[in-house]
């Protein structure tokens, strides 16, 4: 469908760009200085947390069903953070490690541990030759960036409404040795805010894959971050695996990264008994034990799933007008204009947008001169590579909803703008 702006004719345009240009430079004059680049809680919702900071204290009885807190040990974690993580993604708590506050970095281990030494008596990655990881896009950059950093070859995939394109999955995972893996966030996908259907999840669960070391990296990051209520459905990934009769296919990682603090939370990860053995004993040569104190903090804050529930409501209250306010400044600005699609999630950080193809880079460059900071164009694709340089990330939790307002503006006006120009360089191409 053409844009408002190819069907203009040449003085509409013309008339057209040059107001958008008059509109540009008056928010360039007010010298603005806005970041919306990542997805990061506001500082109010930091201050939910603040409350932790007093849970503990010299007096505290370092214990934990017999564990000492303040000593070596329990390299699984505290049994009582590993039970508060196995509610949080629906599994056994003897399947679950409870290690270190960054998700990201347990995923980091076990993709080198792939690499150097290997998935169930497999030989290591880096002796296989061409290793090959899928990536749903657009899709996590920092997901993406962990395979690249080893030499792994990122795969896009692409995302519909409902997941990751399952039939490109399958073929690709069941007829190539290759492929060693697939990056998933099911639940409010970052960037597209979608979740997982059942159809997908039970996809996954039924995969044969071609690699005898092939593992579904799931990264269950949001599975709490609703806006609202229950929030979107999502099928429990080894549940499924239980019903086609599968198992040592998934690894599972969740934190309370944007539950608490970023960067002191608690990190975790599950997967099948013989998966957790191996991941027992590479972990056994990284760490002599995991960072105690901020678990015990964690659980006796949170206490349980009810209390992280009542926990993200505050955060939803937080979160949830700021995502309106996205929904209102692109409808009131994009509507009627055929230039611009973008996603309305449900629920956790992200909200994707796609405008015109070629659009992108020239969007994002000119928000950032008229003084706001987005998300790299390209960032959430493989090796920071759209192939149609049409997606931004819009992360609009941090700002303030004033500042988050005006930053809105700004891109409304980037948008209109770079659709009107590469409308007329069009044109001028085709009578050129």
């Known amino acids: 469908m053409p844009t408002a702006y190819e069907l203009m004719s040449d003085q509409e ?18 010298g603005l200085k806005l970041d919306m680049a990542r997805g990061k809680p506001s500082p109010e919702q930091t201050a939910l947390s603040h409350p932790m900071l007093d849970v ?8 934990d069903q017999g ?20 509610q949080i993604l629906g599994v056994d708590p003897k ?56 030499g792994i070859e990122n795969i896009p995939v692409p995302m519909l409404e409902d997941g990751p394109d399952m039939a490109v999955v399958k073929r690709l995972v069941e007829n190539d040795p290759a492929v060693k893996g697939i990056w998933c966030v099911p639940k409010y996908a970052n960037p597209t805010g979608v979740t997982y259907s059942d159809d997908v999840v039970r996809k996954f669960a039924a995969l044969t894959p071609a690699a005898p070391d092939f593992r579904i ?14 929030g979107d459905h999502l099928l429990n990934i080894f549940d499924a695996l239980a019903e086609a009769g599968k198992s040592d296919l998934v690894y599972e990682f969740g934190s309370t990264a944007k539950v608490t603090f970023p960067s002191s939370g608690i990190a975790f990860v599950t997967a099948s ?12 040569v990284m760490r002599v034990s995991p960072e105690k104190v901020s678990q015990l903090a964690h659980v006796r804050f949170l206490k349980d799933l009810d209390g992280i529930k009542a926990h993200m409501e505050k955060h939803a209250q937080i979160v949830r007008p700021r995502f309106e306010l996205v929904q209102e400044k692109l409808h009131a600005g994009l509507d009627g204009l055929d230039c611009a699609t973008w996603s309305n999630p449900h629920g956790g950080y992200f909200v994707s947008f796609d405008g015109p193809k070629g659009s992108a880079k020239a969007i994002v460059g000119l928000a950032a001169e008229l003084g706001v900071k987005l998300t790299p164009a390209g960032a959430t694709w493989p090796y920071g590579r759209d192939p149609e340089d049409t997606n931004i990330r819009i992360a609009p939790t941090y700002p303030s909803l004033e500042d ?20 007329k360089a069009e044109r001028d191409g085709q009578q050129g």
């Open 404 to 423: 988050l307002g005006a930053a809105l503006d700004v891109f409304v006006v980037a948008v209109k703008l770079v659709s009107a120009r590469l409308a």
């Open 13 to 30: 345009l013309e008339q057209e760009i040059t107001r958008l240009e008059a509109e540009a430079e008056h928010l360039r004059s007010l």
């Open 67 to 86: 564990v000492a807190v303040d000593n070596y040990g329990a390299p699984d974690g505290l049994p009582s953070a590993r039970a508060l993580a196995a």
């Open 273 to 284: 008994s013989a998966d957790m053995a191996e991941i027992r004993a590479a972990f056994s």
């Open 95 to 150: 399947n679950v490690i409870v290690n270190g506050s960054s998700s990201l970095n347990l995923m980091h281990d076990l993709v080198c541990n792939a690499y150097t030494h290997g998935i169930g008596g497999n030989k290591p990655w880096s002796q296989q030759g061409k290793v090959k990881f899928l990536c749903p896009a657009p899709g996590y950059d920092r997901h993406f960036k962990v395979t690249a950093h080893y």
């Open 56 to 63: 503990l204290s010299s007096s505290t009885e370092m214990d």
């Open 217 to 230: 990296f799931w990264d269950n990051a949001y599975v709490v971050h609703t806006f609202e209520g229950e």
